[in-house]
């Protein structure tokens, strides 16, 4: 019985090790040999926790089959010494492209010619050529010995591989390099599901921004919900099959920074999905919110080189976060295994895969311990892939994929010396060849030298010693046995050529003289070569004097972020807003991030008091129309009402920063003008240093832009073939929604009333996201702000409004408002206009500078608004020219820049004004804030000073202090052999209405 037992497992064993070629033919004669090896007297770095000092490892036939110490080498086993060199698990790549075919062309947005409404991909896919859901990596993956050949030679054994094209991108597949058949090296044809903020390929005109594409992603995921509940579907789409089939994978999100890490996991977190989501490895510059997301990581280790800033000019185009990023960006794989983050590491982004080594050992040397990077290198991508049953450890059962190195892997001077991948050896250097190092006399026919040989074993190099000063290279190979030395003596032309073996006590062999004369040469060794006492140049990370991370990673970030203070304003000039108006000799106190006092003779204890006489206070300026504050303004979609503006909230725009040093505490983020309906608004209060989510005015309305005129029928553009193209298909375009969205509102309803055993038999209508927005504004849950020029329009919308039984909220810029402010008032729609632009295009040729006035007179609630990064921090002197045009009271002409843009976001009964119980929105000034001459002292919000003219001089001197600091650092790694780049120059981009700009991160893609 014991023998039948053996017979089948002996059977079952040479079975499996041929199964997956047995399907092919053949073109020679059956020649399989078990691959049984037994590597033994090696360091065995079983996994990132335990290794096995002097230990023994047997594989066979591809695989483990036991690591030890003590054990018995079986008979029939090949045992190759490792000689005290190390083994490793093999790399495991989470993110790469190997064997992918070659990319599509670029897509993008045609600027001047027609655009691409409709997907133009053949068969029965998604209607957007963004989803290709469907792509499948295993079935277009084929080996690349070239690129398997430079990955082995640096550590990798296994890698995912996909293709990075489009928002979803289908599906990868995990794979090894070893270079045996597709079929052989192939572990999971679908391991993970992949998706992205950039489009890829897709040449499809909507989406152009990044929430364009959540937007997109969004609808996606509702249309794959649908589409599994309709059967049969009355249409195929194998996009949203493939989708669905997906979603059981481990599903990786592509993002370029902790910015997009936080989009990603919010958009998880609306369908329930849990990301891996590849970084850009700046996430410790919000390692608090990053880690809130509980999402894993997979970080690249592309530390940017440093810039070349030996030109004073040119350094100036470095922005200091971007030399701050140079400095700290090592540190970032430290800082996630300091809070707790798991991750793993990727080659994604380096010019080279020789880099990656190097890199892990630098982020070694900035405070990773070597257990967590291996632990990255190996062990967590193949936990990440669910793959830890075949790789990532060397235990019994996996794959023999492992590396041989010389020595620790976290040394710089360790080589790796064999790659083995599924049992197959690939070798680069020997295990380790004799150790020549020492001193030598060495006998050439009649003349004698004195030789050293240095370096490690396996890669040593000879050279004549002359005197203290002077020696003589010898080019030089040295085998297991043999020697070939070659040299020019001191002062002579030509060569001599030895060749030899080892002897005893050194070499021995034939060579030839200069004049071709043969002779016998020796060498003897005499002595080892002397240790010198070298500087150990590996630095502790506590020895790096490296900067702080600053809140936000920009000019003028704090080292901590501002908290909210008790503070007491003492014999203040106060302009209320309220039926006081403006008192004098007043204080106020600021408490719990609201105004809990105004009085005279005000006192608190713990209070920070600041007396602030002969000053102003005012409530905080809100500007009703900014575009401050977000990575992109315009999608390009007729109908963009299902993009937010809410998704790409940028904290880090230094826009945010000088607004506040205008007296500016609360913004509407509104959507650009691309479109006649375009996307939701975002109402932010200007918390420097916040998170997106902690920017944005809790409880606010929604809002939503809509926009008129020259810009929605792309009238810069003749080339264009978007609908509408006209004054009167822009009407259209409004009706149209409306009425759809009615038709939408009846078959829910209709649904919604089924009982439940009726809904079990029903099939829902289809989600349709731009719908839903319509309804909102019909249902009065969301309200529009409209870019608007010429009165026809504006009666136009009006009118809709009407027809439809909804009020326009805003009309901004308004410059024919002084028109039509009798029917503007009789409909009950504000405006929120520029104090004095006129003729910067066509339809604003009968703009006027007493438009703000006559709309004010005529009783429509009238804002002054900024469109501009660089008007926004100087509104309080835009609301002054109402006084000279149009001979507005100086309180209502404040008002048009604080009370009035609150009303108009239905804000008013938190701020706006000076009143108790309102938010501690607080600017105080300098001077009357009408005057050309007041300066803001210090802007406050919920009671959090965020601006301090003050402290701003200081900020401005240590950020002088900082950039030296880092020019220096630069110059010298420069200096030091390190990598430089030239500065680019390029800024972050002040977004106004019209501009139809694709964000940064998808230029760059």
């Known amino acids: 019985m014991k023998r039948l037992i053996l017979f089948v497992c002996l059977f079952s064993s040479l079975y499996s090790a041929s199964y997956a070629q047995e399907t092919f033919p053949r073109n020679d004669v059956r020649n399989h040999r078990e691959g049984a090896y037994a590597f033994t007297n090696g360091t065995i770095v079983v996994d990132y926790q335990n290794t096995v000092q002097n230990g023994t490892m047997l594989i066979r036939d591809g695989k483990i089959e036991q690591v030890g110490s003590g054990i018995s080498v079986p008979a029939g086993y090949t045992i190759i010494d490792l000689k005290g060199n190390y083994v490793y698990p093999s790399i495991i790549d989470p993110y790469t492209n190997y064997g992918m075919p070659k990319e599509e062309g670029r897509g993008g947005f045609s600027w001047g010619g027609p655009e691409q409404i409709y997907t133009k991909t053949k068969g029965p896919f998604n209607g957007n050529e963004a989803i290709k859901a469907e792509f499948n990596a295993a079935e277009n993956f084929s080996v690349d010995k070239k690129t398997a050949s430079g990955l082995r030679e640096n550590g990798f054994g296994t890698v995912l591989t996909f293709r990075a094209d489009g928002i979803a991108r289908g599906t990868s597949a995990l794979v090894t390099l070893d270079e045996s058949s597709d079929n052989n090296v192939v572990l999971n044809s679908s391991a993970a599901a992949h998706y992205s903020f950039t489009k890829g390929s897709s040449k499809q005109s909507y989406p152009i ?87 894993k990581l997979i970080i690249p280790l592309n530390y940017p080189a440093a810039f070349d800033v030996d030109n004073p000019l040119d350094a100036k185009e470095v922005s200091l976060a971007d030399m701050k990023h140079w400095e700290l960006a090592p540190g970032n794989a430290a800082a996630l295994a300091k809070n707790g983050i798991e991750f793993a590491f990727t080659a994604d982004g380096l010019s080279s895969a020789k880099d990656y080594l190097p890199n892990v050992r630098k982020a070694v040397e900035y405070g990773l311990s070597e257990q967590a990077a291996l632990r990255a290198m190996t062990y967590t991508p193949a936990s990440l892939l669910k793959a830890t049953d075949q790789v990532g450890s060397l235990e019994k059962g996996k794959l023999a994929n492992f590396i041989i190195t010389s020595k620790s892997i976290f040394d710089d001077k360790a080589s790796i010396l064999e790659n083995w991948v599924q049992g197959n050896k ?81 070499f021995a062999g034939k060579g030839q003289l200069i004049d071709g004369t043969w002779v016998s040469w020796s060498a003897k060794k005499t002595g080892d070569i002397e240790a010198k006492e070298k500087e150990d140049s590996k630095k502790e990370a506590s020895d790096l004097a490296l900067g702080k991370v600053i809140y936000p990673f920009v000019g003028h970030g704090n080292e901590t972020k501002p908290t909210q203070e008790t503070i007491l304003i003492k014999n203040a000039t106060l302009w209320t807003n309220e039926a006081e108006g403006i008192v004098e000799n007043t204080d106020i106190l600021l408490k719990d991030g609201k105004i809990a ?90 918390r420097w240093g916040a998170s997106p989510e902690e920017m944005k005015i809790k409880g606010a309305d929604g809002y939503i832009k809509f926009a008129l005129g020259e810009n929605v029928k792309r009238s810069s553009n003749p080339s264009s073939i978007r609908f509408p193209q006209t ?12 009425s759809s969205a009615l038709e ?47 009165q026809s329009e504006i009666n136009m919308l009006m009118n809709v409004a009407d027809r439809f039984d909804f009020r326009v909220n805003t009309f901004t810029h308004i410059l024919e408002g002084y028109k039509v402010a009798d029917k503007m008032a009789e409909h009950g729609v504000g405006a929120s206009t520029f104090s004095d632009w006129w003729a910067y295009k066509w339809e604003v040729r009968y703009a006027i500078p007493y438009n703000a006035a006559i709309m004010h007179n005529a009783g429509v609630t009238t804002a002054i608004n900024s469109d501009d990064s660089e008007m926004g921090r100087r509104l309080n002197q835009e609301a002054a ?43 105080i000034w300098s001077d009357n804030p009408l005057s050309i001459y007041a300066k803001v002292e210090s802007t406050i919000v919920d009671g959090t000073v965020y601006y301090d003219a003050q402290k701003e001089m200081a900020m401005v001197d240590w950020i002088e202090k900082e950039r030296a600091r880092l020019i220096q650092k630069m110059k010298a790694e420069k200096q030091g052999g390190g990598r430089t780049q030239k500065p680019s120059g390029r800024h972050k981009e002040a977004f106004h209405c019209d501009d139809l700009t694709v964000d940064l991160n998808f230029l760059n893609d």
């Open 426 to 506: 690939y070798q680069f250097k020997a295990l380790e060849g004799p150790d020549y190092a020492g001193k030598y006399d060495l006998k050439v026919g009649s003349d004698t030298y004195k030789m050293e040989i240095s370096g490690d074993a396996g890669s040593q190099s000879a050279k004549l010693v002359i005197n203290d000063s002077t020696d003589i290279k010898v080019t030089s190979t040295f085998g297991e046995d043999l020697a070939d030395l070659t040299f020019s003596p001191d002062g002579q032309d030509g060569l001599v050529r030895l060749s030899g073996w080892s002897s005893a006590d050194g």
């Open 744 to 790: 939408y509102k009846k078959k829910w309803d209709a649904y919604n009333r089924l009982s439940s055993k009726a809904k079990a038999s029903a099939t829902a209508p289809r989600r349709d996201l731009a719908m839903e927005t319509m309804n909102e504004i019909l249902e009065g849950k969301r309200f529009i702000s409209c870019h608007s020029y010429v």
């Open 209 to 295: 921004s990044t929430m364009g594409f959540i937007a997109l992603m969004r609808q996606t995921y509702l249309d794959a919900k649908w589409y599994k509940t309709l059967n049969p579907p009355p249409f195929k789409d194998l996009s949203l099959e493939s989708f669905n089939k997906a979603q059981s994978l481990p599903q990786i999100y592509d993002t370029k920074g902790w910015l997009e890490i936080l989009r990603a996991d919010k958009l998880g977190d609306e369908f329930g999905v849990q990301y891996i989501i590849k970084g850009g490895g700046d996430e410790y510059q919000r390692i608090d919110e990053v880690k809130a997301t509980r999402a």
């Open 727 to 738: 004054r009167m298909g822009v009407e259209q375009v409004y009706v149209d929604a409306f």
């Open 881 to 923: 020219k109402s006084i000279k045009y149009g001979g507005m009271s100086q309180e209502d002409a404040w008002k048009m820049v604080t009370l009035n843009p609150a009303k108009l976001l239905h804000l008013d009964d938190r701020m706006g004004s000076l009143k108790v119980g309102k938010d501690a929105d607080v600017v």
């Open 597 to 686: 006092q105004i009085g005279k003779g005000l006192s608190a204890s713990g209070a920070r008091v600041i007396d602030a006489k002969g000053k102003h206070v005012t409530s905080g300026i809100i500007d009703e129309h900014s575009h401050i504050g977000a990575s992109s303004i315009n999608d390009i979609a007729t109908n963009s009402s299902m993009v937010r503006i809410g998704d790409v909230i940028d904290p880090t725009d230094g826009h945010i920063y000088t607004s506040l040093s205008g007296g500016v505490t609360a913004v509407q983020i509104l959507h650009g003008s691309a479109n006649p309906i375009g996307g939701q608004s975002a109402l932010i209060k200007l």
